[in-house]
């Protein structure tokens, strides 16, 4: 069956360590996401990417980076520069980068910085 | 201002009757779509219905009806006969064509199907 697949599901770090959160999509689509969701509140976009070997910041990208270097993988990393890291992560893919394409979201990573 | 407006933080509604989720947007651009997102508490988002800004139909998936007033900018989502397994936070979003890459989403609705 073709999906999303986020590991692990849940991730403990100490603070001023990095962590890379995974996400793998066997459905084809060219483009994924990134988003953070904090408790009782709806999604913000961290990063996203349209193609192989490019990716544009979202609307809180400041303290994350991500790679693209295969179309089925968009791996998140959460730098010690992020200031407040404990949040749900959803990864999310779309057949393509346009309005009238559904967003696919993996199951999650639920992060704790501690 | 906010693009995406869920007036309702939280939802009662008895089994087997149909609710209505409000769903208000803004946006300058012609070309857009509006979607419905069902999560559980488990986690997962999953997709559920999509109406595009040219539609003249309302869009329905089964129990999922979209109620869509353009003038009013408005998208509101319909259940029909409530299941308990309807029991979820539910958001509402937008993908604008002049920016596909952010979907703009809204707080969220927490519906509660009693039995």
């Known amino acids: 069956d073709g999906g999303i697949t986020q590991s692990p599901k849940y991730l403990f770090r100490k603070e001023g360590q990095n962590v890379t959160l995974s996400c793998e999509q066997n459905?084809?689509?060219?483009?994924m996401y990134w988003y953070r969701q904090d408790p009782g509140q709806g999604l913000r976009l961290i990063y996203y990417?349209?193609?192989?070997?490019?990716?544009q910041k979202g609307d809180i990208a400041e303290g994350y980076s991500v790679s693209r270097e295969k179309k089925e993988s968009f791996p998140l990393t959460v730098t010690s520069a992020q200031k407040n890291p404990t949040a749900f992560y959803l990864c999310?893919?779309?057949?393509?980068?346009?309005?009238?394409?559904?967003?696919?979201f993996g199951n999650g990573t639920r992060l704790t910085v501690t | 201002a906010q693009k995406i407006t869920q007036t309702q933080p939280g939802m009662f509604v008895q089994e087997k009757e149909a609710v209505t989720l409000d769903c208000t947007y803004d946006?300058?651009?012609?070309?857009?779509?509006l979607f419905w997102y069902k999560q559980p508490s488990s986690g997962e988002m999953i997709f559920l219905i999509y109406?595009?800004?040219?539609?003249?139909q309302n869009a329905t998936e089964g129990r999922y009806s979209l109620n869509f007033q353009k003038a009013r900018k408005s998208a509101n989502l319909v259940i029909s006969a409530s299941q308990l397994g309807d029991s979820a936070m539910y958001f509402c979003?937008?993908?604008?064509?002049?920016?596909?890459?952010?979907?703009?989403f809204g707080d969220g609705t927490t519906l509660t199907v009693k039995p």
């Open positions: 999310a893919s779309s057949a393509v980068q346009s309005y009238n394409s559904p967003l696919h």
């Open positions: 459905l084809n689509h060219d483009a």
């Open positions: 990417s349209q193609i192989v070997n490019d990716f």
């Open positions: 946006t300058s651009d012609q070309s857009y779509g």
């Open positions: 109406q595009g800004s040219y539609d003249e």
């Open positions: 979003a937008m993908r604008e064509g002049t920016n596909a890459g952010k979907s703009t």
